[in-house]
């Protein structure tokens, strides 16, 4: 029996990967299973808050009505329904691995093997989560950092360019941690905290990720 420590609050949650389309058949994608994000669903709504689940393409399924799954395919489609709902949030986690590039041009047709080499120009997707630290006003926001090397680096980068409140790193150097796997091995810093965990269920990871929202939330 959770107690209901999120009560009266709506959660906004990012998930998964996202898709972006070279044509038909074919897209640029990544590893990310969704797994993270929905147990950070899971237990927020365990905890009672309305959770608003923006997922990229996943098998993962939500178990109550108090989770609303809205799902996407590409960065672009992930940023437009975040932005639907952000007003609304009290706290933003941005779980989700989001491509970085998509495709200049979408092909209409099925891309032919005719030549040795085909080249694909990228251009970058929009920074979703650096939006949603530009737009913030009442809002706890909580980032992801996946990283392999330069790790605490590149995490605290991050925090300070997208105006975060709370960041989770995660190192694909750590066995069990990342993507697909149902574990994973988190720190968690703050503008004045680092936290440091073991390795984990990623029900129990999201356990520590929302103990740690609501001590920064009742500071
Ligand atoms: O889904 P699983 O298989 O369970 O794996 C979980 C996970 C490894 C995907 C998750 O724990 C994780 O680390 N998610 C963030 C992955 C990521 O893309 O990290 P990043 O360091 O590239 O991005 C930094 C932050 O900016 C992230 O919060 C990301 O959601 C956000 N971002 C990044 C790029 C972009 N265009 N828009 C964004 O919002």
């Known amino acids: 029996?959770?107690?209901?420590?999120l009560d009266g609050k709506t959660v906004l949650i990012t998930a998964g990967p996202t898709y972006e389309a070279i044509d038909p058949v074919r897209f640029i994608g990544n590893h990310s299973s969704g797994k993270m994000g929905f147990s950070l669903a899971e237990e927020?709504?365990?905890r009672?808050?309305?959770?608003?689940?923006?997922?990229?393409?996943?098998?993962?399924?939500?178990?109550?009505k108090n989770i609303e799954l809205h799902k996407v395919t590409s960065a672009k489609e992930m940023m437009a329904k975040v932005f639907e709902f952000y007003?609304?949030?009290?706290i933003g986690i941005a779980s989700a691995a989001v491509a970085d590039y998509?495709?200049?041009?979408?092909?209409?047709?099925?891309?032919?093997?005719?030549?040795?080499?085909?080249?694909?120009?990228?251009?970058?997707?929009?920074?979703?989560?650096?939006s949603?630290?530009?737009k913030k006003a009442h809002q706890f926001l909580v980032g992801f950092a996946l990283e392999t090397q330069n790790e605490e680096e590149n995490a605290k980068a991050k925090f300070e360019k997208k105006?975060?409140?709370?960041?989770?790193?995660?190192?694909?150097r750590d066995e069990g941690a990342g993507f697909k796997n149902d574990t994973n091995k988190i720190k968690i810093f703050t503008k004045t905290e680092k936290k440091e965990f073991d390795l984990k269920s990623k029900e129990n990871?999201?356990?520590?990720?929302?103990?740690?929202?609501?001590g920064q939330l009742l500071k």
């Open 1 to 5: 029996n959770t107690k209901k420590t």
């Open 44 to 46: 927020a709504s365990k």
């Open 48 to 64: 009672g808050a309305k959770v608003i689940l923006i997922s990229g393409p996943s098998s993962e399924k939500v178990s109550n």
């Open 87 to 90: 007003d609304t949030a009290d």
């Open 102 to 130: 998509a495709p200049k041009e979408v092909a209409k047709e099925k891309i032919k093997k005719n030549d040795e080499n085909l080249t694909i120009e990228l251009v970058k997707n929009p920074d979703i989560l650096k």
């Open 132 to 134: 949603m630290g530009e």
């Open 163 to 172: 105006n975060l409140d709370m960041i989770v790193l995660n190192s694909l």
């Open 205 to 214: 990871v999201a356990k520590d990720i929302l103990d740690c929202i609501e």
